[in-house]
């Protein structure tokens, strides 16, 4: 596939770009993303890929949009509360970029369509907000051989990790083997989270992506970045595939 003279254009500043050039380009065309969540880091996740030239992006939510996402999900406006997520989702990146085609799933991500939504895609990000979700996301890319970039957002503070047991990494039950206890990880509608931070750990998954699919770089795979808004700091922890978890166990030949 060449590249169209408008295509050329509108990703040029990728194009020049050594470790993408335009094969890189050719491959974020040609790629199959699904995005779990469409609320603070699913807005970012999405801008950034459909702006990138991903060829076609999957977004699953059961939600609507309330008041209170938008000090956050930067996808929605005021005109948009009450609406479904995807919906509104997949109008606002139709507008940022017609080479995008989206797929929809107004319905939460379970036991019965986890395993089809992620085979069928070249790689999943996740950006729910609950532990049930992020366990199902796991074993279902565990299961595809599909890498995983997850990120976790909560007051000041933000993660991201590429989670590929198939390719050396880790997954998310070796980093984390159990849940937290009641009260330890409160959900941002009980702690609250800044605005802003949606956005810099988003970004921060959609630029792995972006890393993965072009080959550019090494991707934060076996590694968990941590980040600190609240005191501008940054880590990097790295991380080990654990040869007991029972969920990367259970994909080995």
């Known amino acids: 596939m060449s590249l169209r003279p408008e295509q050329l254009e509108r990703y040029a500043r990728h194009i020049i770009l050594r470790e993408i050039g335009g094969p890189g380009q050719k491959r974020l065309l040609d790629a199959k993303v699904l995005v779990i969540g469409a609320g603070g880091l699913g807005s970012p996740v999405l801008l950034y890929l459909a702006a990138a030239g991903v060829g076609q992006i999957s977004v699953i939510d059961d939600d609507t949009v309330s008041l209170s996402n938008l000090q ?12 479904p997520k995807v919906a509104r989702a997949a109008a606002a990146l139709a507008e940022l970029n017609p080479d995008c085609v989206v797929e929809t799933v107004a319905a939460r991500l ?12 070249d790689l999943v990000l996740d950006g729910s907000d609950n532990f049930d ?8 890319c565990v299961a595809a051989a599909k890498p995983l970039v997850m990120g976790a957002i909560g007051q000041w503070e933000g993660q991201v990790s590429v989670l590929d047991p198939a390719r050396g990494g880790p997954c998310y039950a070796c980093l984390f083997p159990e849940d937290p206890a009641p009260g330890l990880a409160p959900s941002c509608a009980e702690a609250g989270v800044v605005g802003a931070l949606a956005g810099v750990i988003g970004s921060m998954m959609a630029l792995e992506a972006i890393k993965i699919i072009t080959r550019a770089g090494e991707p ?11 005191y ?11 040869p007991a978890c029972p969920i990367c166990q259970s994909a080995d030949p």
């Open 72 to 83: 956050r999900q930067i996808l929605f406006r005021s005109a948009d509360v009450e609406a």
């Open 110 to 121: 379970t036991a019965e369509n986890a395993a089809s939504l992620v085979a069928r895609h």
């Open 133 to 140: 979700t992020r366990r199902l996301v796991n074993a279902s």
């Open 220 to 230: 934060a795979r076996g590694a968990l970045l941590l980040y600190d808004g609240l």
């Open 232 to 242: 501008a700091e940054t880590r990097r922890i790295e991380i080990t595939r654990d």
